[in-house]
Structures are given as C-alpha cells and as structure tokens.
C-alpha cells in the first residue's frame, strides 16, 4: 500500500491513503486513467497547491516524475491497513523533527471529493475539541478522510501490536472520534473507486462534471 502526505502549515501534514493491494479492481488501481489523469494524479491535482512536502509510504513502485518534493519511506507494518499508513506517517514526524501537529488523510480511489474539507480541517485544530475527525455526509462516515492528533501515535501503536486493531472504524469508535459534516451539492462527492464497475460509474460522473 502506498500513502502521500503533504504540507500545508507547521500544523497539517496531508496524507493520501492509497493501499491496499487492489484485489477487488485486479491491479494496481491507483494508476488506472480517469480521463486525462490517473487516479492519484486526480487526487494530487486537488491538494498540491495547499501543500509543499509530499512523503509517500508505499510498496509499490509508483511513478512520482511528474510531483515534486516527493520523499518515499516503506510501511511500518505489512498487511496492516490504512490504520499502519496513518502509523508511519505520525513516526516520520517524529523521527525527522517536523513540527506538524496533526495529518490529514485523504484516499486516493476517491477522486471527486470536495476540496473544502481542508478549510474544515484547519478549522478543527483550532476549536481543539477532539484528537480525531472524519468526514460526514449523506449520514454516511467516511473512515479514511480525516484529522489525526500526533497526540494519538502512541496509543495507535500499542493498539495495533498488542491489541490486533485492523479497521480504522473499530479503532476510532474506541477512542473517540468527532465528524466534520459536509453537505453534497450534487452527486456525491465521496464516491470511492473499488472495481472496474465503479471505474464505468467514475467515468459518467466526470463526463457530466
């Protein structure tokens, strides 16, 4: 699996979840073409200009020519899912110094979501009301886009070596978790790439949009 992260203050490092082995597509989805651009570079093309520093935790080999100030770091865990992407990255703040308090995490087989969810996230650390925030709508939460204390690295690790935690849900429901609802103004925005039938029904959607 793969994740990117980026940076937009000394606050928020962004992060792009995009692993998985992509069983379900049956290759490597995050460089399959929508339109014009991959699926990552529709992703990209969202949230470059709101940050500066790219990291990406992969086991992939990812062609990242085409992004700048990208730096590439291995997955602190095998097959522990998007939980042990959200892990490396927190221990990459830690171990190179940076001053980011919080990571911001964006999947990257979601290709239509609304940029406004970054203001959200900026206005969340300040309110300081919770050490982690995901994404609401249509009464649906969406596990992947959120906000993340580094506050919560050492309980996030000791969870999942001691205690077998493997869904981002199941962990977050145990800590506690706020939502961040947001309002679809047309499709939804939040639609989420798994097969090549969701590819077919991307492909409309960005037709129309």
């Not at 962004?14 to 379900?24: D, F, H, N």
């Not at 992004?67 to 770091?73: R, S």
Request: hydrophobic share 40%; with cysteine; aromatic share 12%.
């Amino acid at each position: 699996m793969f994740y990117i992260l980026f940076m937009e203050d000394n606050n928020i490092l962004a992060v792009v979840l995009a692993g998985g082995k992509s069983k379900r597509f049956g290759e490597d989805k995050n460089q399959t073409k929508l339109g014009d651009k991959t699926l990552l570079e529709h992703v990209l093309s969202k949230i470059s200009n709101r940050y500066e520093e790219i990291l990406i935790v992969s086991s992939l080999s990812l062609d990242t020519k085409k992004i700048k100030n990208v730096t590439i770091i291995p997955d602190c865990f095998d097959d522990f899912g998007p939980l042990a992407g959200v892990l490396s990255a927190m221990k990459w703040v830690k171990e190179n110094q940076k001053s980011y308090q919080w990571i911001a995490t964006f999947p990257s087989d979601t290709p239509f979501f609304e940029i406004s969810i970054i203001d959200e996230y900026q206005k969340r650390i300040k309110t300081k009301g919770s050490l982690l925030y995901f994404i609401k709508s249509n009464n649906k939460r969406h596990n992947i886009f959120g906000l993340w204390s580094i506050k919560l690295l050492k309980p996030l690790e000791n969870d999942l070596i001691n205690n077998n935690f493997r869904k981002v849900e199941d962990w977050a429901n145990k800590i506690g978790v706020k939502t961040i609802d947001i309002e679809p103004k047309k499709f939804d925005p939040f639609f989420n790439i798994n097969t090549k039938e969701d590819l077919e029904e991307a492909k409309k959607i960005l037709k129309k949009n």
